[in-house]
């Protein structure tokens, strides 16, 4: 007999990527609760649920649901109103399905900071589920923190990349610095305009040298603002949200990869960039330290001040292919054989089971 999972998450490239992942190396039979329909997956059964604080309804409206479905396990993604509501909801049922609760980041390492009613919705949501998960040592530190002496199983899992690519021939990349980070305060992409343009204005980057603002968001505005206001508009390339097909070509082709939020988890993109031979430039942070040695197979900016620094760092290793090469060669392997799709999925079955 199959057994029954139901998914609870986000319409977002991270849930679809985990899904399609459980389908393809599982025989769970799998139905979705998420907050707008999911067209790639069109033969599930999908529920639509306003997963909002706010919805009073959300709570029924879930239970509802999976006294239709009765799974054996219910996965969550984010440790917020998606857990909130729905771990409320299974509260309230007469039969009792196994609950994994996975955290993303923000939702464990910044909600509880911001005000005392998200703090408790962020810790009744992990004390309720029967086992969580993170995609950091550091993050899983931190939900111990917050369980605050209430003992959970925490396994240290990523969702890792989508697909091992096939390595490529170095020499093909070109003079172009890929940022592919929602455009939000949380990741500074202003920080790295102004960088770029410091670079570029007072000659200390080759000329030829293009810095990609991939994905969009509430900010884009004032980013393309700012970089009209530097002067280097023409040195900058705007595409907007685009497809993961298109996004894996900027991969194939750039030599450097910034990604410097406030705070995060394990990023997707920079495992991703990592394993296309990009040269990581990273900020300080715990999960970060995860995946990257400080000028050995990437760099860290401790003081965002001194973000060209290590922009220079990482194009002066693009420009030595010995070194570039062995750098990639690290970087290829760590990927391999800790961040691929399919290792990482095997390890959620392993905890479905």
């Known amino acids: 007999m199959t057994s029954k999972l139901v998914v609870i998450g986000s319409n977002s490239i991270h849930c679809k990527r985990f899904i399609q992942g459980i389908l393809d190396n599982s025989n769970y039979e799998v139905a979705i609760v998420t907050n707008l329909q999911m067209p790639e997956f069109a033969d599930l059964k999908q529920y639509t649920v306003n997963f909002a604080l706010t919805n009073i309804k959300a709570k029924k409206q879930i239970a509802e649901i999976l006294n239709i479905e009765k799974p054996e396990i219910v996965h969550i993604h984010q440790a917020n109103s998606y857990a909130w509501h729905s771990l409320r909801a299974i509260r309230s049922l007469k039969f009792k399905p196994k609950t994994i609760l996975t ?109 990609i603002v991939a994905a969009g968001g509430e900010e884009s505005d004032n980013l393309r603002k700012l970089a009209q206001k530097l002067g280097v508009a023409d040195n900058i390339q705007f595409t907007g949200m685009i497809p993961y097909k298109e996004l894996v070509e900027y991969y194939k082709i750039a030599r450097v990869f910034v990604s410097v939020p ?11 960039a990592m394993a296309y031979g990009c040269v990581p430039v990273l900020s300080n942070l715990p999960a970060n330290l995860e995946w990257v040695i400080n000028d050995y197979n990437g760099f860290i900016s401790v003081n965002l001040n001194e973000l060209q620094l290590e922009i220079i760092k990482a194009a002066k290793i693009a420009d030595n292919p010995e070194a570039y090469q062995s750098l990639y060669d690290f970087n290829y392997q760590l990927i391999e054989n800790k961040a691929t799709l399919k290792c990482n999925i095997n390890k959620f079955i392993e905890l479905y089971q």
């Not at 209430?150 to 396994?155: A, C, E, F, G, R």
């Not at 093909?172 to 929602?182: A, E, G, M, T, Y």
């Not at 705070?263 to 991703?272: V, Y």
């Open 103 to 211: 955290a993303w980041g923000s939702d464990v390492l910044l909600l509880p900071k911001e005000n005392r009613i998200l703090a408790r919705i962020v810790r009744y949501s992990l004390i309720n589920a029967d086992v969580i998960t993170s995609d950091s040592l550091y993050m899983s530190g931190v939900i111990n923190q917050l369980l605050n002496g209430v003992t959970k199983p925490i396994h240290t899992i990523n969702f890792g990349i989508q697909e091992l690519p096939l390595k490529h021939e170095i020499r093909n990349k070109k003079k172009l610095i890929l940022s592919n980070r929602l455009h939000k305060p949380l990741y500074r992409i202003d920080k790295i305009i102004s960088a770029f343009a410091g670079l570029i204005n007072n000659q200390l980057l080759d000329a030829d040298y293009q810095l």
């Open 262 to 272: 406030e705070s995060d988890g394990t990023a997707s993109s920079l495992l991703e």
